[in-house]
T-cell receptor
Framework: SQQGEEDPQALSIQEGENATMNCSYKTSINNLQWYRQNSGRGLVHLILIRSNEREKHSGRLRVTLDTSKKSSSLLITASRAADTASYFCATDAGRGAGNMLTFGGGTRLMVKP | GAVVSQHPSWVICKSGTSVKIECRSLDFQATTMFWYRQFPKQSLMLMATSNEGSKATYEQGVEKDKFLINHASLTLSTLTVTSAHPEDSSFYIC????????FGPGTRLTVT
C-alpha cells in the first residue's frame, strides 16, 4: 500500500521556472528518496535524505525533510523541458527485509519550452 | 555498478496464457529483490518481496498462486503471471537490494 500522498498530482510550468513537489508520509522512516520516471520507462534515483537530515542539494535539486510533519519537498530550480517526467517519493521505514520502499502517488511535471 | 536488468522489456500475450519475467542483478548479489506493478498514471505498488532460497512474501491483495515468484540465485528472480487476463496488463518493475534498492527498466505486459 502507498505510504502517503504527493502534492500536486500534476504540475505544469514554463521553462526556467522552479517546480516544487511535496510528499507526506504516515510512519517513522529511516530515509526518504526521490525518483524520476519518464513515461513508460524505469525509475531514476535522484536523491536520498536520511531521517536526521533536514535539507540536501544535488545540482538543481533541493530536498527538504520535516520529520515532525512527516513531509518532504523536492524543488527543481530553473526547470528545463527535459525535466518533464513523473516524480515519486519513496520511504524506507525499515520494514521487512532489504530496505523495502513505499511509494507516494507521484507528481506529473510538465515543463513547457 | 549496481545494474539491474529485466527481460523481456515488453510482451504481448493472449488471455489464459502464462508469462515469465526475469530480473537480474548484473554486477552484484542481491539476497532480496522486489516486484512492483504500475498501472498507467499511477504509482508503483509493491507486489512481493523475493528472498533467495525461500518463499516470497506477498503484499495484501496479491494472489500468490497467480503471480509466482522464484528467486533461484543471488542474481536472478523471476515473476510468472499465470493464466493472464487483460486486467493483468501493466508495467512490472523489479528492484534488487544492496544497502539500497536498484531498479530494473521495467516490463510492459499487454494481455489481449
Amino acid at each position: 500500500s502507498q505510504q502517503g500522498e504527493e502534492d500536486p498530482q500534476a504540475l505544469s510550468i514554463q521553462e526556467g521556472e522552479n517546480a516544487t513537489m511535496n510528499c507526506s508520509y504516515k510512519t517513522s522512516i529511516n530515509n526518504l528518496q526521490w525518483y524520476r520516471q519518464n513515461s513508460g520507462r524505469g525509475l531514476v534515483h535522484l536523491i536520498l535524505i536520511r531521517s536526521n537530515e533536514r535539507e540536501k542539494h544535488s545540482g538543481r535539486l533541493r530536498v527538504t525533510l520535516d520529520t515532525s510533519k512527516k513531509s518532504s519537498s523536492l524543488l527543481i530550480t530553473a526547470s528545463r523541458a527535459a525535466d518533464t517526467a513523473s516524480y515519486f517519493c519513496a520511504t524506507d521505514a525499515g520494514r521487512g527485509a532489504g530496505n523495502m520502499l513505499t511509494f507516494g502517488g507521484g507528481t506529473r511535471l510538465m515543463v513547457k519550452p | 555498478g549496481a545494474v539491474v536488468s529485466q527481460h523481456p522489456s515488453w510482451v504481448i500475450c493472449k488471455s489464459g496464457t502464462s508469462v515469465k519475467i526475469e530480473c537480474r542483478s548484473l554486477d552484484f548479489q542481491a539476497t532480496t529483490m522486489f516486484w512492483y506493478r504500475q498501472f498507467p498514471k499511477q504509482s508503483l505498488m509493491l507486489m512481493a518481496t523475493s528472498n533467495e532460497g525461500s518463499k516470497a512474501t506477498y503484499e495484501q491483495g496479491v494472489e500468490k498462486d497467480k503471480f509466482l515468484i522464484n528467486h533461484a540465485s543471488l542474481t536472478l528472480s523471476t515473476l510468472t503471471v499465470t493464466s493472464a487476463h487483460p486486467e493483468d496488463s501493466s508495467f512490472y518493475i523489479c528492484s534488487a537490494s544492496r544497502q539500497e534498492q536498484y531498479f530494473g527498466p521495467g516490463t510492459r505486459l499487454t494481455v489481449t
